[in-house]
């Protein structure tokens, strides 16, 4: 421990009262922490704490009070008292990073950061017994070149058996990444793993592994493992109830097996070489997904409510889920779909989201188109019998070329109608990033005119004011952004004002100061 420094007799715990650390550790607390009869408070309301001749903390207390201390605090704790010594041998949450052990990322002095990351880790782990550990997190940044051999045995020492939680990010700017070792994972130690996240390794050895019958949180980032390795290790884990995958380029083919009767989330993120997803988990009820269009397949799907859908560099993406998506899960009741290169309309499709209440849709720079035809998107509404809230969010703030205070073509007063369909349920309707797109105005005019149950609508021409709202803050917008956030409220005021009925409440937010 001779790398963390002694803070002193006073100790005090984040989110606690303050608590008075005795050096001989045998007593020790304060008034707000112990509270005496009624009558003595009244005869030591003078007093500002019980001495050690007056009270004594029960030491199963103590090392309760100890377990809710962050690491670097529990060790300088241990360092002034023999009993949080004591207890700091079974301390059971081992965080180990740069921050979390007080040393000061410097760019200039990486090796020096390295070196000292070690001593302590060494260190600590030399003077803790491994017994109770529940929590062990092991994230090197900004250290790139740790020898494998320490990680190894780091790994080996502070992970016993009866472990709950399991996290090990390993940093590497070039070169080969750390294989993650199986042996580790003994069946005494694996079998009480509930979560376990794993981030810039590779993880051949996940076959190997064996069962994992406390498993219900799996995580895997920047992590080299194949699909069939991973499949063999998900056959292994029947208790599992969360799947979150992220940058793993090794994954052609995601196969969920039926075994996973509990897992209720499927996350999958920016695996690039990925082509196809198929699920039979039969409970699964959130599903994710971000990356290029593949092939997905959710088994019968019956109990997925909630679908976020991210295509980032893919034209179509909401041409392939409102295609696609009412086919891959028809009963979804909560969709958000976000795209950064639209450039195909959406088409009046077949398919339709029969339970769907709530729909968001963003659609961002950089590639989308500036000319985009926001009237199509009313093939989703038409496609939601059920829907009742609708946030449209356009980040694409430049100045349009179609808008409809400049539109020289006809009378714009008459917008064009290509849907009969009534929403009979659709109540909020709020639109960021409100624009004077002709197509705009008239994808608002047909919300108005065939929403009878409309109660609150909500033009936005600012860049999501009710993002920010809350912390009082607001994103800058720029002189193009400005010019046209001028022009879709003049849009407002001459085309949509005059057609929302007096019981619908209309809110219109327009730039402010911060803004600017």
């Known amino acids: 421990m001779g790398a963390l420094q002694e803070m002193g007799d006073a100790m005090f715990i984040k989110g606690q009262p303050p608590v008075r650390v005795t050096r001989d550790g045998s007593t020790y607390a304060t008034a707000q922490i112990l509270k005496a009869s009624p009558c003595q408070q009244d005869e030591d309301s003078d007093s500002a704490e019980i001495t050690a001749s007056q009270a004594q903390l029960p030491e199963d207390i103590l090392h309760h009070i100890h377990a809710l201390m962050e690491i670097q605090d529990a060790a300088q704790a241990a360092c002034v008292s023999h009993a949080f010594l004591r207890s700091w041998r079974c301390y059971p949450k081992l965080t180990l990073s740069i921050d979390s052990l007080g040393i000061k990322e410097d760019e200039s002095r990486q090796d020096e950061v390295a070196r000292e990351f070690i001593s302590i880790v060494d260190n600590i782990l030399k003077n803790h017994s491994s017994m109770g550990v529940k929590v062990f997190h092991l994230h090197t940044y900004p250290c790139s070149d740790l020898p494998t051999s320490n990680v190894d045995r780091w790994l080996e020492t502070a992970i016993p058996p009866g472990i709950e939680e399991f996290e090990l990010s390993m940093f590497k700017r070039h070169g080969t990444k750390y294989e993650f070792p199986c042996s580790v994972l003994s069946s005494e130690r694996r079998s009480s793993i509930q979560s376990f996240f794993l981030a810039e390794c590779s993880f051949h050895s996940a076959a190997q592994v064996g069962f994992m019958n406390s498993l219900t949180n799996l995580r895997l980032n920047s992590v080299h493992v194949t699909g069939e390795e991973l499949y063999s290790f998900l056959s292994n884990s029947c208790a599992l109830k969360q799947l979150y995958l992220s940058n793993c380029e090794d994954i052609i083919c995601l196969k969920i097996p039926c075994l996973l009767k509990q897992l209720n989330i499927l996350d999958v993120f920016g695996c690039l070489n990925m082509e196809m997803i198929e699920s039979n988990a039969?409970?699964?009820?959130?599903?994710?997904?971000?990356?290029?269009?593949?092939?997905?397949?959710?088994?019968?799907?019956?109990?997925?409510?909630?679908?976020?859908?991210?295509?980032?560099?893919?034209?179509?993406?909401?041409?392939?889920?409102?295609?696609?998506?009412?086919?891959?899960?028809?009963?979804?009741?909560?969709?958000?779909?976000?795209?950064?290169?639209?450039?195909?309309?959406?088409?009046?499709?077949?398919?339709?989201?029969?339970?769907?209440?709530?729909?968001?849709?963003?659609?961002?720079?950089?590639?989308?188109?500036?000319?985009?035809?926001?009237?199509?998107?009313?093939?989703?509404?038409?496609?939601?019998?059920?829907?009742?809230?609708?946030?449209?969010?356009?980040?694409?703030?430049?100045?349009?070329?179609?808008?409809?205070?400049?539109?020289?073509?006809?009378?714009?007063?008459?917008?064009?109608?290509?849907?009969?369909?009534?929403?009979?349920?659709?109540?909020?309707?709020?639109?960021?990033?409100?624009?004077?797109?002709?197509?705009?105005?008239?994808?608002?005019?047909?919300?108005?005119?065939?929403?009878?149950?409309?109660?609150?609508?909500?033009?936005?021409?600012t860049r999501g004011h009710d993002k920010f709202a809350n912390i009082g803050k607001c994103l800058q917008l720029s002189k193009d952004a400005l010019v046209e956030a001028e022009k879709a409220r003049v849009a407002i005021g001459r085309y949509v004002e005059g057609r929302v009925p007096s019981s619908v409440n209309l809110k219109i937010i327009e730039p402010c100061s911060k803004c600017i």
């Open 282 to 461: 039969a409970r699964l009820s959130t599903f994710s997904y971000a990356g290029d269009p593949i092939r997905i397949s959710l088994g019968n799907a019956v109990q997925v409510r909630k679908v976020k859908f991210r295509h980032h560099h893919s034209p179509g993406a909401l041409y392939y889920a409102r295609t696609k998506l009412p086919f891959i899960a028809p009963n979804v009741q909560t969709l958000s779909l976000t795209t950064r290169a639209e450039t195909i309309n959406i088409p009046m499709a077949s398919g339709k989201f029969l339970q769907l209440k709530h729909l968001e849709i963003v659609v961002c720079s950089p590639i989308f188109c500036p000319d985009y035809d926001f009237y199509s998107l009313v093939s989703f509404i038409d496609a939601s019998p059920a829907l009742e809230t609708l946030i449209l969010r356009n980040a694409v703030l430049t100045i349009r070329h179609d808008s409809i205070i400049e539109d020289q073509s006809g009378d714009s007063t008459r917008p064009r109608c290509l849907s009969e369909h009534f929403h009979d349920h659709l109540k909020n309707v709020m639109i960021s990033g409100f624009c004077s797109a002709k197509s705009m105005i008239e994808l608002t005019i047909h919300i108005i005119e065939r929403s009878k149950s409309l109660v609150c609508l909500t033009l936005d021409t």
